[in-house]
């Protein structure tokens, strides 16, 4: 995906001899202790269903089939289009909540299990063309640009207010006159960078989306039914059945958008990473503090609202997968 250039804030880059500096990239984004103290006090989201255990079946799968046509049939490059430019109306907001319900992790491995998994396979490939790096370029390019321009054209006018002020004004007066312009806020320039901002957030989760849809969906699509079947399925209809929650990726679940697992029995149901293994290509190994190096887990418990965080650090410049689970977690609860 294209990086957005974000102007800075105008404080400084409106002096003249500051305007052709280039920002600082951004720092990278790490997971602190505070963030995972805060996701471990917080109640469920009820707004994204909980993770399903491997081989659970939604209520009604027929449903989520229609569902994923008709997510389908509506995303075409108009609709992303408007997505980018618009992400604030009801209607963007809407579409973005259906693709973050539909396109889970679990949803992906019921669809690649079902029956009609041939055609789901199809639908989902036209989704991931829709939402990939490339088609997400060709509309953010222009974008970009118009906003480049308009943040161009106000520093320009607002440069030569100030230049025709300081021709009238006195000597004596013209520094402070150019200190407090530096100092001032300019909203349309704000304006400008907050939207930025949200566009490069609101497309790179499209794109990790995307990702996700199609490193589940390659390896299957010219593969026979019976090889779709990649683990035993439980009896979810059992009550004491135990239960296993498979990641297979770090990006199935991300601090800003952590799955939840709800009811975890210790010692009972098992958490299986050995997929993350094979997507860091190392041993996975655990640490009591998280200096970010790929492959370190932490697990961190609330003994006070009965509630685990898991934490695997991912591949550099990756985020790292962080779990919520609703009950204690143990090392020895996980496969690695």
């Known amino acids: 995906m294209s990086t957005i250039q974000q102007p800075s804030r105008a404080r400084a880059e409106l002096i003249p001899g500051h305007l052709h500096s280039h920002p600082m990239p951004p720092s990278p984004v790490s997971v602190s202790a505070q963030a995972l103290d805060a996701l471990l006090r917080s109640a469920p989201n009820t707004t994204r269903e909980p993770m399903r255990a491997d081989g659970a079946v939604p209520a009604d799968q027929a449903a989520l089939e229609k569902q994923l046509k008709q997510l389908c049939d509506q995303l075409d490059r108009k609709t992303v289009e408007r997505l ?26 019921c669809l690649l299990n079902s029956p009609n998994a041939t055609s789901c396979i199809k639908i989902l490939a036209r989704i991931e063309t829709q939402l990939n790096k490339g088609s997400l370029d060709t509309v953010l390019s222009p974008i ?21 002020s300081l021709m009238k004004a006195s000597p004596s007066s013209r520094f402070d006159m150019v200190r407090a312009f530096s100092r001032q806020e300019h909203a349309p320039l704000t304006s400008i960078q907050d939207y930025m901002h949200s566009l490069q957030v609101k497309s790179k989760h499209l794109c990790d989306i ?37 990641f297979t990726n770090t990006l199935e679940s991300t601090l800003e958008h952590p799955c939840e697992i709800r009811h975890f029995v210790t010692d009972r149901d098992k958490l299986d990473v050995t997929g993350i293994r094979r997507q860091l290509n190392k041993p996975l190994h655990w640490v009591n503090q998280l200096s970010g190096a790929s492959g370190e887990m932490q697990l961190k418990y609330s003994r006070a609202h009965n509630a685990s965080v898991l934490v695997i ?5 990756e985020p790292a997968l962080v779990a919520k689970i609703f009950g204690q977690v143990k090392e020895n609860d996980l496969l690695t």
């Not at 480049?148 to 106000?154: I, L, Q, S, T």
């Not at 650090?313 to 410049?317: E, K, M, S, T, V």
């Open 84 to 109: 980018m430019r618009d992400p604030e109306s009801s209607e963007s907001k809407d579409t973005f909540n259906t693709i973050d319900r539909l396109l889970t992790p679990d949803n992906l491995k």
């Open 144 to 164: 970009e640009t118009e906003q480049v321009g308009a943040y161009r054209n106000y520093v320009e006018a607002a440069l030569f207010a100030l230049k025709a």
């Open 313 to 317: 650090a991912g591949n550099q410049g």
């Open 210 to 246: 995307a990702t996700q849809v199609r490193k589940v969906t390659e390896p299957l699509q010219y593969a026979h039914l019976e090889d779709w079947q990649r683990r035993d399925h439980y009896e979810s209809d059992c009550k004491n059945h135990p239960k296993t929650y498979s």
